[in-house]
């Protein structure tokens, strides 16, 4: 007993301290990631007009929806990989690092077949609510965009590889180094006066993510993850059925993330225009910041929570609830200091640009607490794969937000109605999702509360 009470205890230190390394990796490159994300944003406005920025802001948004296509097979293979990793279980973790790759390739292939014939018959410029750029452009920059991002979403799941080891650092490493990359080709084409070709801007950079996760592969497949090298001899369809279990509530999951947030722009372009759609995802992004940050310090715990649970280390998961609780309370603040100042960094920001309401700045800042005070507790049910309740939930969000939609929009005749929706869909996760933790970790879940 004693023996297996000092293993516990070294594993739960060790499991700390590779957090603590992996959220001081990725502070220092989301740090890069959001600096460059603020640049951006001035460099696109003199890149393009406002209307084209606009419109490809809503059209990454669009093509985003189909990401949810992968039926939660990232985030499943993601827990069922920290499994096999806590039980050393490695034979399993190659089998389901191997399905999960087959998987993908089949879904997402049926994906851009049926993408690019129907392609041709979209009528983008009404899609996008715009006459500024030919049918011809928008098809052809939908064409590489969609073929580009769909690619990515198979070779991105190595990033899911090495979160699953508790090393997410490696995946925020490669969203950063694209983050550079493009920036740096924007301001060299600002430099020799090519600018508003979105086609070339869309292919770039949609492209960049895909050729760093492709290389990011090879490298690691022969390298440190030898040991997860996927293998058409191991993919088992047998294993594929507990991947797509609990992958598909995530996926239920992931739908609502879809509709709720890359629907937004669609939304605000189609009822306000797409210069609208500039001035919401500015505010958007400014208190993004906080919660980018505080996504930097959970990110590397959902692996270990998972790690912590198999291992039923249940006094390491109360302290890391306790503190993550504090950091939800301190985040607040800042977030409360943000309004204040929002004037003043706008002005610095963009200048005169864009036009910022007080309004929407005040709306979006509610969904940024909402966001910081529930993420503890989504990121601990989504550790332990207890999301039957929050997947059930998110079914009734979705008609939720439609309905608040149209309600809110009807009396608000700007983006401020968008984000109202949002925040009242959120709302819900306040309440049951404490109390699923604390019922977890206090082990009286039963029924729903513990599936």
């Known amino acids: 007993m004693l023996k297996a009470n000092i293993s516990l205890l070294l594993k739960s230190e060790n499991r700390t301290l590779k957090a603590g390394r992996q959220i001081i990796y990725s502070f220092l490159l989301k740090g890069i990631s959001i600096i460059v994300s603020f640049i951006n944003v001035p460099l696109l406005l003199n890149y393009f007009d406002q209307e084209k920025y606009g419109i490809w802001l809503t059209l990454i948004s669009i093509i985003g929806w189909f990401g949810f296509f992968d039926i939660g ?8 990989l920290a499994e096999t990793i ?49 049918n011809h452009d928008l098809y052809v920059l939908t064409s590489l965009a ?20 508790q090393k997410p650092a490696v995946n925020d490493a490669v969203n950063t180094t694209a983050a550079v990359l493009t920036l740096i080709f924007i301001y060299s084409l600002i430099q020799i006066n090519i600018t508003g070709n979105l086609v070339l ?13 492709l290389l990011l592969s090879v490298y690691s497949f022969h390298n440190r993850l030898s040991h997860l090298k996927p293998s058409r001899k191991l993919v088992d369809f047998k294993l594929g059925r507990n991947l797509i279990g609990l992958g598909f509530r995530f996926f239920l999951m992931q739908i609502t993330y879809v509709v709720i947030f890359t629907t937004s722009n669609f939304f605000i372009t189609q009822f306000f225009g797409p210069s609208e759609v500039v001035s919401y995802n500015i505010v958007f992004k400014y208190f993004q910041l906080p919660i980018m940050v505080f996504s930097i310090i959970m990110s590397p715990l959902w692996s270990a929570v998972t790690d912590a649970y198999v291992s039923e280390d249940y006094d390491w998961l109360r302290k890391t609830i306790r503190r993550t609780n504090v950091l939800s309370i301190a985040f607040s603040a800042g977030i409360l200091l943000m309004i204040i100042i929002s004037k003043t960094v706008f002005h610095y920001w963009i200048g005169d640009k864009v036009e910022i309401s007080m309004s929407l700045v005040i709306v979006i800042s509610i969904y940024a607490l909402i966001n910081v005070f529930t993420a503890p507790y989504s990121l601990f049910i989504n550790g332990t794969g207890k999301i039957r309740l929050i997947s059930t939930f998110s079914l009734i969000a979705i008609a939720q937000y439609f309905i608040s939609i149209f309600a809110f ?18 709302l819900p996760g306040l309440i049951y999702q404490p109390i699923q933790t604390y019922k977890i970790l206090n082990k009286k879940a039963s029924g729903i509360w513990n599936k």
């Not at 801007?201 to 996760?213: K, N, R």
């Open 201 to 213: 801007f869309g292919a770039v950079a949609s492209a960049m993510p895909l050729i760093l996760f």
């Open 73 to 80: 097979l990232g985030n499943g293979l993601r827990n069922k």
């Open 86 to 134: 806590a039980l050393k279980d490695y034979s399993s973790g190659k089998k389901y690092v191997s399905t999960t790759y087959v998987l993908l390739i089949l879904i997402f292939s049926i994906v851009l077949i049926i993408f690019h014939v129907t392609n041709i018959f979209l009528d983008w410029g009404s899609i996008l609510n715009t006459t500024s750029v030919s």
């Open 409 to 426: 929009s009807s009396l608000i005749k700007n983006s401020v109605s968008i984000m109202l929706a949002i925040i009242f869909t959120n």
């Open 146 to 165: 969609f073929t580009f991002i769909c690619v990515n979403f198979i070779v991105q799941l190595i990033g899911t590889i090495y979160n699953a080891n």
